[in-house]
């Protein structure tokens, strides 16, 4: 090779180098400056989930932080946030999932001592605008029918939409995405009832 061409090669060989290093540098920089700002909101965020399912009369600790790792009956990761007072557990809140007509649906659910629900919330879903995003509190009032059912209130077998032999409504012109709701919280009452002991201890 030509002595000026090698030169040549090495010195943008070079530079590409020094470039890539120096943007490593400030992306490496710009994740540590932002790292705590991130931290913060998903704490935030998160206080502010737990705050609409378990309501601030039903405990004297931080939830967000009194928190426990476990696994559903399919082996999936559940992070349960416990509410205390005086030392006694409340009431607990944890994420639940279900099918919706596009897709994934997310959810917040607040369950008391008795097994009792306090309160669902949606956090994130797909489902389509004016139709099944009825499901969001923002949008109406029909998630908030579920605040004081249990598993035997109404019985198990009541536990769907109307259309399919239950008690809850579904949307007009809109079933899917109500009965995969209908079924992620009766899901997560099922796991409330199979951990109790767990869930309620006082550690």
Known sequence: ??????????????????????????????????????????????????GQVIPASLHDNNPVIDNLAMRDAEGNDITVYRARKAGQVTGVAYEIHGSGYAGHMKFMLGVDAEGRVLGVRALSHKETPGLGDKIEIKKGDWILQFAGLSLGNPPAEKWKVKKDGGQFDQFTGATITPRGTVTAIRHGLEFFDAHRAQLLEMN
């Open 1 to 50: 090779m030509n002595p000026l061409m090698k030169q040549g090669t090495l010195t943008h060989a070079a530079i590409l180098g020094v470039f890539c290093l120096g943007f490593g540098i400030f992306l490496g920089l710009t994740e540590l400056a932002t790292r705590d700002a991130i931290a913060a909101r998903a704490m935030e965020d998160r206080q502010n989930s737990l």
